[in-house]
């Protein structure tokens, strides 16, 4: 069946009338201009708003507040809608390689045949990293977590590959940003085969970029590796579906760590240790804990039951989201994948996975859960196709922020390339101790 794109209403970017702020202590009025982007909320333009009153606004957690212009992704959370440049994330999961999004998230448009060609060749020949990288990453403890592994690693390519860039100069940006897509699977790879005790796998520049992952993460010397086009198509969607999300935490963290001219191998780092807490990137070794938990499938009810029950704290990991009140549109399609998954692999009668099923189908007919839209979340389906493909728990972040460092990256140079960009400097209210004198200490 075709995709029906979604009814958006479109707006004309720009100006789109003012509102007026009342000082009801002594009565003064300031208008504020309002905003209009293509699609989705107003806003209301507070940058002069000190300069000409001396009040700051006030929004911790950043609730009502958009911190910048973006052309890359739209969310609206109510109807379950996620555009990437303008396309359905739907439609580019069903059809587009990783990289065809990668080009797109980056330039803003999708690639012609010669433009992916070229785009694919010099990402295939990046994928290595400098020899020098295995020693440092063998300097890790065996059992560090992947995601430690990968904060300094490609913190530490900074120090392998052009410390002192020009973040201003366009071929500059233009290598660390193909360096970046080309060795984040590499070093994701390395970080999984060191806590196994396996040898690195260098990458093979005859497969496509998911299917080279799986090879750097599950091929052996001693032995020939076939990637499946089941699990080369989850994991190219996995990808695909992780791109980009707008400005959550770990890309807000990009931008502000990039706003100060930082090398863009230090940004992404930056990125992905703001993704590693299990608020944001941990989720979905959430699930897995969860289902482990659970332990059989006769012991759903009394979950479910828990889950419901407000004076317990327990929250079925997986269902629900804070942005969208209906199906995450993400979910759906790595459903999908996950079946795909479970059924080539022959593991839906596995009791983890047996169990994972059953408390989707319950779910998704309970009352409680279908009153208040508690959808399984794109976490829910990852963490079960992850464990499923051979992934352990802890290497789940570490893939989430492979497949989203092309949405840093591409944050990255939008921010960068703006002609409004200066540094990010938030202020705050200052709640602490009033003006005081300094005590010597044998006088306190
Ligand atoms: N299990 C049971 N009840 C729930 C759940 C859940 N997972 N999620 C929400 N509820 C209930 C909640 O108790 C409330 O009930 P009532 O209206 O009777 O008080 C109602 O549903 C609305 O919940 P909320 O707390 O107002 O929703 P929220 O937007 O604050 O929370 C959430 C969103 C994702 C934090 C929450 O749904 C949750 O904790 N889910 C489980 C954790 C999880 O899967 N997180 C991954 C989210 S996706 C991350 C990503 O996109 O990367």
New binding site residues.
């Given amino acids: 069946m075709a995709y029906q794109l979604p009814q958006l209403e479109t707006l004309q970017p720009g100006e789109a009338g003012r509102v007026t702020l009342t000082f009801h202590e002594d009565g003064r009025t300031y208008d504020l201009p309002v905003l209009a982007g293509t699609h989705g909320p107003k806003v209301v333009d507070v940058q002069r708003l000190y300069r000409d009153t001396g009040y700051f606004t006030f929004d911790p957690g950043f609730l009502s507040t958009a911190s910048c212009d973006s052309t890359i992704t739209y969310i609206d959370g109510e109807r379950g809608i996620l555009l990437h440049r303008g396309y359905p994330i739907e439609e580019l999961a069903a059809n587009a390689s990783f990289l065809e999004v990668c080009y797109l998230l980056l330039y803003g448009a999708l690639p012609n045949h010669s433009e992916l060609t070229e785009f694919d060749r010099t990402i295939t020949y990046h994928t290595m990293v400098q020899e020098k990288m295995k020693s440092f990453l063998e300097g890790y403890r065996r059992d560090s977590d992947p995601m430690a592994v990968m904060v300094g690693t490609v913190g530490a390519l900074s120090a392998f590959y052009s410390a002192h860039m020009d973040v201003h100069d366009p071929q500059a940006r233009a290598i660390a940003t193909h360096r970046i897509i080309a060795k984040m699977p590499t070093i994701a790879a390395m970080a999984f085969k060191y806590a196994l005790g396996q040898p690195f796998v260098y990458p093979r520049n005859d497969l496509d970029y998911a299917a080279n992952f799986l090879h750097m993460c599950f091929a052996v010397p001693a032995e020939p590796y076939h990637v499946t086009k089941v699990q080369a198509r989850a994991m190219n969607r996995f990808l695909v579906l992780h791109a980009d999300?707008e400005q959550?935490a770990s890309t807000a963290t990009v931008r502000i760590a990039g706003s100060s001219r930082a090398t863009p191998y230090a940004c992404i780092a930056a990125g992905i240790a703001s993704l590693w807490g299990p608020?944001?990137?941990g989720?979905?070794a959430?699930?897995m804990a969860m289902l482990e938990k659970i332990g059989h499938r006769d012991r759903i009810p009394e979950f479910i039951a828990r889950?419901?029950d407000?004076n317990d704290p327990?929250?079925?990991?997986?269902?629900?989201?804070?942005?969208?009140?209906n199906y995450?549109p993400?979910a759906r399609v790595l459903r999908e994948s996950c079946h795909e998954v479970l059924d080539e692999l022959d593991k839906k009668d596995e009791p983890l996975f047996e169990l994972a099923m059953e408390l989707e189908r319950i779910a998704l007919e309970d009352s409680?859960?279908v009153e208040?839209?508690?959808f399984p979340?794109?976490?829910?389906y990852s963490g079960i196709m992850l464990r499923a493909m051979g992934y352990p728990t802890p290497m789940f972040p570490a893939l989430?922020a492979l497949g989203r460092s092309i949405g840093w990256i591409s944050q990255w140079k939008e921010m960068i390339e703006s002609p409004a960009q200066r540094i990010d400097r938030p202020r705050q209210r200052y709640m602490g101790a009033p003006v005081r004198s300094y005590v010597p200490v044998d006088q306190r």
């Avoid at 327990?314 to 009140?325: A, N, P, Q, T």
């Fill in positions: 999300h959550n608020a944001h990137g989720a979905n959430a699930v889950a419901k407000k327990f929250r079925l990991m997986g269902f629900g989201h804070r942005v969208y009140k995450d993400r409680y859960f208040r839209k508690l979340n794109v976490d829910f989430f």
